[in-house]
């Protein structure tokens, strides 16, 4: 049976045709919302990979929009019909263009909440897929620090796989608060489920360079992985020893042989010889 049919068969689906969501996917945000109190005092947010608009279509229920100067801004790599009180820029978030627009409406006054349910298209490979995902999440928490206040809450898709952990820790040192959470509208055979980052640290992770190649960095973010420290003379040259000290070196043969203080009790040439005066060979 194909995923379209299956689609049609969930409840989730139903309900979103009954009350006009264009997306299942309302639910997710609404059952998120129950659990964390998403909404509460937020005016302004930004809904990144929003298309077809079911998140933004809550975002323009549940908070006071004026549709002169919209106070929701939406993003996706599709174009998105309009939601009234929603700007919609249609671009892809990883470039830096886009980053950019999205910026500029919260110059100003920034955003108390950041949305993001972003996912590429799924290749099969699994490798690339998690990268691709990885990308999108990386440049989303990248604009999140530019445009959300103090105290601000950022939510995202994730798979969790084998680096669920290492995001875990990555997130804590921009948020008080971070938890991995699945509403019952995601369906179990999903990995997917969502990272709810609340209490934005904000200041000092102001700054995150919008740049493709730099990952959390160009700001005072400490590393969340040990760094990696070279020991010994690097030089490789033991100036007491008077020789080279490089592991990939051979043992110069022109050295004066010295014998070891602990020689093998059998060593195989040896044992060779044995087995041949033993007749063994
Ligand atoms: N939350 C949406 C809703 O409720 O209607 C559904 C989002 S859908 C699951 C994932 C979206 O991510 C797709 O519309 C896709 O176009 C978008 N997307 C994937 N990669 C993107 C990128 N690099 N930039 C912007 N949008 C992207």
């Known amino acids: 049976m194909g995923r379209l049919s299956r689609d049609k068969r969930d409840v989730f689906y139903r309900r979103a045709k009954e009350k006009g969501y264009r997306a299942r996917s309302a639910f997710k945000l609404l059952q998120l919302d129950s ?8 005016k302004r947010a930004v809904d990144l990979c929003a298309a077809p608009g079911s998140w933004s279509q809550v975002l323009a229920d549940r908070l006071d929009s004026d ?10 790599l599709q174009p998105m019909a309009p939601i009234d009180g929603v700007l919609c820029i249609q671009g892809d978030i990883t470039s830096y263009d886009t980053a950019r627009s999205i910026l500029s409406p919260f110059q100003t006054n920034r955003a108390e ?24 999440l990386i440049m989303a928490v990248k604009i999140t620090t530019h445009v959300l206040v103090d105290g601000g809450t950022f939510v995202a898709k994730i798979f969790r796989g084998r680096h669920a952990s290492q995001l875990y820790a990555q997130l804590r040192l921009l948020f008080d608060r971070v938890s991995i959470a699945k509403p019952t509208s995601s369906r179990n055979s999903s990995l997917e489920s969502f990272v709810v980052c609340q209490q ?12 493709q190649d730099t990952v959390l960095e160009g700001s005072d973010i400490p590393p969340a992985v040990p760094p990696f420290l070279a020991c010994g003379d690097l030089s490789g040259w033991d100036e007491s020893e008077q020789v080279m000290m490089d592991a990939d070196k051979s043992y110069p043969i022109e050295q004066d ?15 060779q010889n044995v087995q041949k005066a033993n007749g063994k060979e």
Do not use: R
């Not at 659990?35 to 937020?42: A, I, K, S």
């Not at 549709?67 to 996706?76: E, G, K, T």
């Not at 934005?200 to 740049?211: M, Q, R, T, V």
């Open 35 to 42: 659990e964390f109190n998403l909404f509460e005092g937020v």
């Open 67 to 76: 549709d002169a100067n919209p106070n929701i801004v939406a993003v996706d």
């Open 113 to 136: 909440l950041v949305i993001c349910d972003g996912a590429p298209d799924v290749t099969g490979l699994h490798d690339l897929d998690e990268y691709l995902q990885a990308q999108l």
């Open 200 to 211: 934005f640290k904000g200041a000092p992770y102001f700054n995150l360079s919008l740049d």
């Open 257 to 271: 042989y010295v014998a070891p203080i602990a020689p093998p009790i059998l060593p195989p040439h040896q044992a």
